[in-house]
Structure formats: structure tokens, C-alpha cells
């Protein structure tokens, strides 16, 4: 029974990559019939100030999108309730992979049209008598929420090296990166997955990195989700609104400096801070925002399914 259950999973999969693979073909080799709009309103929900989230904020302040016509909104929403805004139109866009893959895998109307990172820009940050994530055994780790990418990722870490969350680890869910560090420091916690600069401010409290997540889980970060429908009536604009993002991309990667005033402005951070958190991130964004089919097989195979494991 098992291996049949397998057999129509991935059957299934094959058929949504086959799909998607097809649809961003035609969105990015064929011009719409309408033309351009000008500056187009959108929003875009991210999670959290971050920079996880710069290239969508570098395209807003350098002019990438209004080159393209847009206007552009960044909202603060947990990306666990994403997919829900964007289906009830309070969204435009989603910079929220997690829910994007498990929402596309049960069927919801909605699609991955590019990646802003490549490799994930996580970090698990512990107290400095853990050596090792078996050190972790029976230990509390905090996420941000059940169903986020960093949800993703702890669970991924800990069967990767041979315990399940929520049997041999306990998941928290405490919040974004400084209520997670502030829960450490109240002792709710004892480790958790975090970004960059929260390595600097954890160092600051005689906490460490473990581990980098880019080294350990393949997997890419931060794709844009749009809603089927809006790519059926607004496929202009999803096209403009990815060129935006490649063009934010490029910038980064070709004008660093200014990437990290930007950032530092943005985070309100000092400048040393930043430098420091973008040279940890810099190997994470992608280059051109191609979301290939094995990056999205390898987001299905590691898209937890049972409950909260």
C-alpha cells in the first residue's frame, strides 16, 4: 500500500512541475496583448524586515519596478497567512516559498513564477554547550511558525541527522527573528533557526552558530507566489514584476556597497552590521531568479506532510 501511495505522490508531482515548468516558459517568451499600464499598484507580503527580502525592496528604491510601470507596497504579513491573502486579492504577490509549495501541492490556485534565492539564508543559532543538533535531543527550538520556511528547514535539519520534531525535539513557535532571540534569552528556547545579522546580535550574548543552512538543506528560499488568476488577467504585470525583481537581482550582486546602504537604511542598522549580515547573505541570492524543476522537486521532497512534522 505504501509503495502505490508513493507511486500516485509523485506522479502528482511530476505532473505540477511538468506544469508549472510549462507556464513560466510562456510567461517569459510570450508578450502580453495588452500593453503597458502605468504604475500599475501592487503589493507585495513579506514576513519580516529582513534581507531574506532586500531584492524585492532594492527593486522598489532603485526604480526597477517603476521602470516597468509599478507601483509598489511592501506589507508585513506571516507567511503562514500568505497564501490566504493572496487568494482573497489583499495581496498581489508573496515572497513566501513554504506555504507556496504546500499550498500548489494541495491543489490551491496558485504558482511559483521565480526565486529570489537560491540557497537558503538560515542559520541555527545555540547556547555554547551544544556541539552538535543531537545536543538537541529532548531540547525546545524555536520557529517562527508551523507551515513557514523556517518551519521547513529546522524539521528538514533534524531528520536529515536522525530525530523527528516533535517526538525527539520540541518546535516553538516564538515569533520572528528578535522575539526568537528574545525567547532564547528568556530560556523558552534552546536554539533556533534565524538570519542574518541575529548571528552578530546572538554572538553579542555568548550564544554561536551551529550550523548555515546553505550547507546543509538544498533547497531554494524566498520564491514569489502570484494566484492563478492573476496570472491569467494580469500576465503583463507578473512579467514586468519579474523583470523588476531580476533587474534588483543583478544590482545586488554588481553593486554591493550600495546594496548595503539600502539595507542598512531599510533594517535601520548600522552600517558595520550590515556590511557584515550581506556578506552572509550575498551567496544565497540568486543570480537570475530561475526556479529550475529540480529545484522545485527538491522543494516537494522536503515539504513536510504529516501534521507538523
Same mark, same amino acid.
Given at each position: ?31 502580453? +496583448? ?5 504604475? /500599475? ?7 519580516? !524586515? ?5 531584492? =524585492? ?41 513554504? *506555504? ?34 543531537? /545536543? ?8 517562527? =511558525? ?7 528547514? =529546522? ?9 523527528? *520534531?516533535?517526538?525527539? &525535539? ?44 546553505? /550547507?546543509? &538543506? *538544498? ?40 546594496? &548595503?546602504?539600502? +539595507? ?9 552590521? !550590515? ?17 529550475? /524543476? ?9 515539504? *513536510? ?5
Amino acid at each position: 500500500m505504501k509503495t502505490s501511495l508513493a507511486s500516485k505522490a509523485d506522479g502528482h508531482n511530476a505532473r505540477l512541475i511538468f506544469k508549472v515548468s510549462l507556464f513560466l516558459c510562456a510567461l517569459l517568451s510570450t508578450a502580453a +496583448a495588452r500593453g503597458l499600464h502605468a504604475q /500599475d499598484r501592487i503589493r507585495i507580503g513579506i514576513s519580516t !524586515a529582513s534581507l531574506g527580502f532586500l531584492p =524585492t525592496v532594492v527593486a522598489e528604491r532603485k526604480g526597477f519596478y517603476a521602470k516597468h510601470g509599478l507601483g509598489t507596497e511592501h506589507v508585513l504579513i506571516a507567511c503562514a497567512i500568505a497564501t490566504n491573502a493572496l487568494l482573497s486579492e489583499d495581496l498581489d504577490y508573496a515572497v513566501c516559498t513554504g *506555504p507556496g509549495i504546500s499550498g500548489a501541492i494541495k491543489g490551491l490556485p496558485i504558482k511559483l513564477i521565480m526565486t529570489t534565492q537560491d540557497k537558503l539564508g538560515y542559520l541555527l543559532l545555540v547556547k555554547p554547550n551544544v556541539q552538535t543538533l543531537t /545536543d538537541l535531543r529532548s531540547k525546545t527550538v524555536g520557529i517562527s =511558525t508551523f507551515g513557514s520556511q523556517a518551519y521547513l528547514t =529546522t524539521v528538514t535539519l533534524f531528520r536529515r541527522a536522525g530525530m523527528e *520534531p516533535g517526538k525527539d &525535539v520540541n518546535l516553538l513557535p516564538a515569533g520572528d527573528n528578535a522575539a526568537r532571540l528574545a525567547a532564547m534569552d528568556a530560556g523558552k528556547i534552546d536554539a533556533s533557526i534565524l538570519s542574518s545579522p541575529f548571528d552578530i546580535f546572538g554572538a553579542k550574548r555568548g550564544y554561536k552558530v551551529l550550523l548555515w543552512s546553505r /550547507d546543509q &538543506v *538544498p533547497l531554494t528560499q524566498n520564491a514569489i507566489v502570484v494566484t492563478d488568476k492573476k496570472l491569467k488577467q494580469s500576465s503583463d504585470q507578473v512579467k514586468r514584476t519579474i523583470k523588476g525583481s531580476i533587474e534588483a537581482l543583478k544590482f545586488i550582486r554588481e553593486h554591493q556597497e550600495e546594496s &548595503v546602504a539600502i +539595507a542598512s537604511k531599510w533594517l535601520r542598522m548600522d552600517l558595520v552590521t !550590515a556590511r557584515a549580515a550581506f556578506e552572509n547573505y550575498l551567496p544565497c541570492y540568486s543570480a537570475d531568479g530561475s526556479l529550475t /524543476d529540480q529545484a522545485l522537486r527538491d522543494l516537494i521532497q522536503y515539504e *513536510p506532510r504529516s501534521g507538523h512534522g
